[in-house]
């Protein structure tokens, strides 16, 4: 029994030591993702802004979902004004950029050359390196006392790191995933209330010439001679 005594121990005071040294965890430079899906009016333009640190780094990718031809203007500029990316009438876009300066960036989309048909929007963020103030590895100096365990707290902390960026890339793919989907199936609805509508006009067209022909077919048999008695 004292063996499994002594095991008992070493992890009792591994566990604690964890929970009460590892609250810097929170400190972890990871990437910060964000969605949106919203509607654009015909004819009006709507901005975004995202507060940026130096030498972070910010990606976004929209798609339009529905509206008449699938296009929308997109631009993004700098906290001093400056175009940074510029698309026209495009359906989908990615752009990823460096922060060179700290301030609000803004990103627009734009739909003022449709007068009609109105847009549904969806874009993603993916913020990283925008907690800069602290070291990722200051945890290292809280860490003491545990040299003579086997584990390694650097191994685990690398692995965890590992599968949550493995598992945010899975969210952002799912997300996607969930986009071209719906924007698959607001065509294919369009698609299917274009084939009725037109479906029906056919339909119509035909009843009308089938009874037009009706009508001269009998014209040509009937005896328009008036007979005397």
């Keep these: 029994m004292e063996p499994v005594r002594v095991v008992l ?19 972890f430079s990871q990437a910060t993702d964000s969605d949106f899906t919203f509607s654009l009016p015909a004819g009006r333009k709507e901005c975004f802004y995202q507060t940026m640190k130096k030498e972070a780094s910010l990606e976004i990718e929209y798609q339009v979902l529905d509206g008449a031809g699938l296009d929308v203007d997109f631009f993004i500029s700098s906290p001093s004004g400056q175009l940074l ?6 359906s989908d876009g990615v ?5 060179l300066e700290d301030g609000d960036y803004m990103f627009c989309f734009d739909n003022t050359f449709s007068s009609v048909s109105e847009k549904l929007v969806f874009f993603e963020l993916i913020l990283d390196n925008m ?3 602290e070291d990722p590895d200051n945890w290292k100096e809280h860490i003491i006392g545990i040299d003579t365990l ?15 960026s493995r598992l945010g890339k899975s969210t952002q793919i799912q997300t996607l995933l969930r986009a071209f989907e719906a924007r698959d199936r607001n065509i294919q609805e369009s698609n299917f209330e274009r084939v009725n509508f037109w479906s029906v006009v056919n339909l119509v067209v035909m009843m009308v010439v089938s ?8 014209s040509l048999f009937e005896d328009k001679r008036k ?3």
Excluded: C, G, P
């Design 150 to 164: 086997d584990m390694k707290l650097e191994d685990i902390m690398d692995t965890i790191n590992n599968v949550k």
């Design 227 to 229: 007979i005397r008695t």
């Design 131 to 133: 907690d800069m103030s």
């Design 9 to 27: 121990w070493v992890l009792s005071v591994f566990i604690s030591l964890v929970s009460d040294r590892l609250v810097v965890k929170a400190s």
């Design 95 to 99: 752009h990823t950029l460096e922060t």
């Design 211 to 218: 009874a037009v022909q009706v009508y001269l077919v009998r």
């Design 85 to 90: 990316f510029h698309d026209e009438r495009k």
